[in-house]
Every structure is written in C-alpha cells, then in structure tokens.
C-alpha cells in the first residue's frame, strides 16, 4: 500500500522559513517524479515545484528564487525549504508522486 506523509507545516509570520517533508513508502521511491502542490481555499490546486529522479528541478514562478525542492531517494523522503513567506503561501501543501498519488496535505498559515 502506498503512503505519502507531509509534515512541516504550522503558523509562521511573514518573512519566515518552513520546511515541510513528505515521507514516501510503498513505492520504489526514486523511481518517478515528485512534486509540491498547494491549494488555497477556494481555489484550484496549484503545482508549486517539481522534482524529478535524478534532481532536476522546476518551479513555478511564485516559488523561484524563494522556495528549494530536493529529495533524498536513501531516505524516501522529499524536502520544500521556503522562505520569505507571504500571506498568499498560505495553503495545504501536497506532495505527489508520479502524477499518481497524494499525501493527505500539510496546512502552511503566513500571518501578515
């Protein structure tokens, strides 16, 4: 059965930094693409970077020169570092594997 579990995520006050993990089993993990989605309430999820088997990374525009994915294939486990939070970061961020599945989602709250 495949789990992904994201943690990391809380209250913090613009300007701040969170790292949120996803902890991946189930899946021979180094195997696909992952990435780091968001959803806001009220609107649609949202890809925020992606990651794929041997590092390469990509980031949405929001997320550049802010936020940094990596992953560590021995530890199964997926990182996003971000700083310089805003309000509008605020969100359930997700991690996904292989465009197959999702994690349960971890709520990032900026404060202004």
């Known amino acids: 059965q495949v789990h992904l579990v994201e943690s990391g995520g809380g209250l913090v006050q613009t300007g701040g930094s969170l790292r949120l993990s996803c902890v991946g089993s189930?899946?021979?993990?180094?195997?696909?693409?992952m990435g780091w989605y968001r959803q806001a309430s009220g609107k649609q999820r949202e890809l925020v970077a992606w990651?794929?088997?041997?590092?390469?990374?990509n980031y949405a525009d929001f997320a550049k020169a802010r936020f940094t994915i990596s992953r560590d294939n021995a530890k199964n486990t997926m990182y996003l570092q971000m700083n310089s939070l805003k309000p509008e970061d605020t969100a359930v961020y997700y991690c996904?594997?292989?465009?197959?599945?999702w994690g349960e989602g971890t709520l990032v709250t900026v404060s202004s």
């Open positions: 990651i794929g088997p041997g590092g390469i990374t």
């Open positions: 996904n594997w292989g465009l197959q599945y």
């Open positions: 189930g899946i021979i993990f180094s195997r696909n693409a």
